[in-house]
Each structure stands twice: as structure tokens, then as C-alpha cells.
């Protein structure tokens, strides 16, 4: 059996000029933890999953404060803080995705797909065509519904 057999065919992808933002949006409307970066040409560029979200945020520090009756009293500027915010949300995909991404053929043997998604500690794997195109993407789920 070979990856077409058990790729899934409607893959959700997101372009390199897309903000954070909105790959965290797609991510949880679809209920998925990775989306394929593709540029103009279908061509796979990046992979952006939950945790490059997640590691590109573990900068942002809460400015910091005291508490005095019931209230807090900032000791540095929010301001700094909120621009951090706004900076995260505009951040774009070929700032925050995987490079180099770890493809597959369409023609690879399952087999073979296993030992890499296992060997390389990855939960998803996009496939290309022979002119190098996304035409479809396995997810370990894929793997299991298969097994």
C-alpha cells in the first residue's frame, strides 16, 4: 500500500505572507494541529504546527507588577507589553514555520512513511506529486485508520 492509498486528499494550507493569527484561527476551527506552507505553485515551502505557535510566544514576557490592596500597580509599561501582542498577531508564517519539511511521494510505501514519521518524532507528513506539488497529507491518524 502506498501513500495515496491513505493520504488525505482536502488538505487545509496556508501561504508564507499569512499572519499567525490566522493559522491559529484554522487551526482550532478545523480541529487539526498542523497545516502544510505552500506557495503560488502548490509547491510545500514550511509546515506551521501548534507548537512553532507556541514556541514563538514563549518570549512575550507579562510585564511585571505587585499587588496592594486589591489592586495591582504596574511596575513597567504596559504599553511595551501590548506591542509585543499586536507584533504576535501580525507575525507571518515564513517567520514562524518548519524549514526544511519532510515530504513524501505519493508512491512511498506506508512502510516506509511509518519508520519516518517515528524515526523523525513528526505527527503529520505532506505528499507530493512528481512535479513536486501538494496533492495530499498523513497524519498519524491516517496511519492508525490504516492500521
Known amino acids: 500500500m502506498n501513500a495515496k492509498d491513505i493520504m488525505t486528499k482536502e488538505v487545509v494550507t496556508v501561504n508564507p505572507n499569512d499572519t499567525a493569527e490566522k493559522v491559529t484561527k484554522i487551526l482550532l476551527q ?6 502544510p506552507v505552500v506557495d503560488e505553485k502548490n509547491k510545500v515551502v514550511g509546515i506551521v504546527t501548534e507548537a512553532d505557535l507556541m ?3 514563549k518570549d512575550i514576557k507579562m510585564p511585571a507588577y505587585i499587588s496592594l490592596l486589591g489592586g495591582f500597580i504596574m511596575l513597567e509599561s504596559i504599553k511595551k507589553f501590548e506591542g509585543q501582542l499586536r507584533k504576535m498577531a501580525s507575525d507571518k508564517v515564513k517567520d514562524i514555520m518548519t524549514t526544511p519539511v519532510i515530504k513524501v511521494k505519493e508512491s512511498d510505501d506506508i512502510r516506509s512513511i511509518v519508520n519516518i514519521m517515528l524515526d523523525k518524532n513528526i505527527n503529520r507528513v505532506p505528499v507530493i506529486n512528481d512535479e513536486y506539488e501538494l496533492v495530499g497529507i498523513i497524519a498519524r491518524s491516517d496511519i492508525l485508520k490504516y492500521i
Do not use: A, M
Open 55 to 57: 514556541f514563538k510566544d
Open 30 to 35: 478545523q480541529e487539526i494541529s498542523g497545516v
